[in-house]
């Protein structure tokens, strides 16, 4: 069965930093992977996804995640955050007819 | 043009009462979803309804009861509500493949249910 771990609860970081929110799956068919993200009192908006091909994925608003086979990951980066980029991330897995979620990561940027 | 919206988005209410959210998408899909999101952010399926069919019905107590009168809408009617039945809902639609979810999903603002 198709599961999503997410290793870090919350990261805090300044801002400008560079960040990384971690995720591994456990997946015995083929893999297709989504990073969400949900601002405060919003519903959850696509980052990026990863189907097949290229294993370095862009998404918005300046974050990427690299698909990783060989360590069932898929960790999304950003190179400099914005206090604006504050926000609980999401990683899921598809799993025939629905997407399973891991238990989310809070980005704090701090000033 | 609001792609999925879902009303109302606050709910306060009483215990064992009754109570329904609504949910619609113009984005044409063919398959929409629930989810409820716990105090913890957590989010889990609660159901899925693919053409008007229902497809998925996780572990979720039959007070629940989704109905979906077309393509475009879900709702979610709730019986005899409980204190732990507080949460956020999510209405959610997408395009499904061949069954599987490669599309994203995209979501409606949420309804914050609180039941006193």
């Known amino acids: 069965a198709q599961s999503v771990t997410q290793l870090d609860s919350q990261v805090p970081v300044f801002e400008e930093a560079p960040v990384e929110l971690r995720c591994n799956y456990s997946?015995?068919?083929?893999?297709?992977l989504f990073w969400y993200v949900q601002y405060p009192n919003q519903g959850l908006q696509l980052l990026l996804k990863?189907?097949?091909?290229?294993?370095l994925v862009k998404g918005i608003n300046g974050f990427e995640a690299e698909f990783n086979k060989s360590q069932t990951s898929f960790h999304l980066r950003k190179p400099s955050v914005h206090i604006s980029d504050t926000a609980e991330y999401f990683c899921?897995?598809?799993?025939?007819?629905?997407?399973?979620f891991g238990t989310g990561t809070l980005l704090a940027v701090q000033p | 043009d609001t792609a999925v919206s879902q009303t109302p988005k606050y709910l306060v209410t009483q215990m064992g009462n009754d109570k329904s959210i609504k949910c619609e998408q113009n984005?044409?899909?063919?398959?929409m979803y629930w989810y409820k999101q716990d105090s913890k952010k957590f989010l889990k399926i609660m159901f899925s309804?693919?053409?008007?069919?229902?497809?998925i019905n996780e572990t979720v107590p039959n007070r629940f009861s989704p109905k979906s009168p077309d393509k475009a809408h879900l709702n979610l009617h709730i019986n005899s509500l409980e204190l732990g039945d507080s949460a956020v809902y999510f209405c959610?639609?997408?395009?499904?493949?061949?069954?599987?979810?490669?599309?994203?999903?995209?979501f409606g603002p949420g309804t914050r249910l609180t039941v006193l």
């Open positions: 899921a897995v598809s799993a025939a007819n629905k997407l399973i």
């Open positions: 997946s015995s068919v083929s893999v297709y």
């Open positions: 959610a639609s997408s395009q499904v493949i061949s069954g599987y979810a490669y599309n994203e999903q995209f």
């Open positions: 309804y693919n053409n008007k069919e229902l497809i």
């Open positions: 990863y189907l097949s091909g290229s294993t």
């Open positions: 984005l044409g899909h063919d398959t």
